[in-house]
């Protein structure tokens, strides 16, 4: 019997229930404690791997969004040194006055920076790490087995 509700799984992916029908086709009591307690494990097994596959999911967006992020951070800097060298220079040579031109330069490259990480900040508050769909799943499957045995 056991072969068979394993082979049906792995066919279907689908956990049959363990309520095994006595000689008159009614389950007994035991029987029905018995697949009710199986049902209950399988489905409280299902609904930790759906919380972590959740989890993942927004432990990833997470992880997007820091990187987002960093890679605002760092083309900030790089602009920062390499675009005030440039045309700090440039524009020092045209007004005549060379801390003038970097200062310019240097308060530009900055505004791009901080926009850059801005929007990497909003996207990583919007990152949410709680199984929603997992929560209401469990409190529907807890009203369920409520109703079951009331």
């Known amino acids: 019997m056991n072969d068979t509700r394993q082979d049906a799984t792995a066919r279907t992916g689908v956990y049959p229930s363990t309520v095994v029908p006595t000689t008159d086709h009614e ?10 307690t199986d049902d209950i ?3 409280v097994r299902k609904e930790v791997e759906l919380a972590k596959a959740e989890v993942q999911e927004s432990v990833q967006e997470g992880a997007q969004a820091a990187g987002m992020v960093a890679a605002g951070g760092m083309v900030a800097y790089a602009g920062l040194l390499l675009i005030l060298a440039a045309l700090a220079i440039a524009l020092g040579d045209w007004w005549e006055n060379y801390w003038l031109g970097a200062a310019v330069v240097g308060l530009v490259t900055g505004l791009i920076g901080w926009s850059l990480l801005n929007g990497g900040l909003k996207q990583l508050k919007q990152v949410s790490l709680v199984p ?19």
């Open 27 to 36: 389950p007994s009591l035991g029987d029905l404690v018995l697949g009710l």
């Open 132 to 150: 929603r769909r997992t929560m209401s799943s469990i409190s529907s499957d807890a009203k369920m087995a409520k109703e079951k045995l009331s």
């Open 41 to 43: 494990t399988t489905l």
